[in-house]
């Protein structure tokens, strides 16, 4: 077992230090120039307002209602 220093964020959500050997993964840092404007606090939501995202098209939908799904090509570059 290894005890991280874990960010006040987390400590405050009440994630305990304590992890696995077999949990834990080298960590590689975000490499912009294959994924441009992407940030941990884009990805993780840990209980802070949400940050807004400038939208530049929808270009594709599908189904309606509950089941709607939408293509979005963010300002950012990339699509979801």
């Known amino acids: 077992n290894f005890k991280l220093e874990l960010p006040s964020d987390l400590k405050a959500r009440g994630v ?7 949990l834990l993964r080298v960590h590689i840092p975000n490499d912009d120039r294959r994924f441009p404007g992407r940030s ?24 309606a209602g509950k089941e709607a799904l939408f293509k979005v090509n963010w300002k950012s570059g990339d699509s979801t």
Do not use: K, R
């Open 16 to 22: 305990h230090p304590m992890f696995h050997a077999s």
């Open 40 to 63: 941990a606090d884009q990805i993780l939501n840990l209980g802070s307002p949400p940050n807004e995202f400038e939208v530049s098209e929808i270009t594709e939908h599908s189904g």
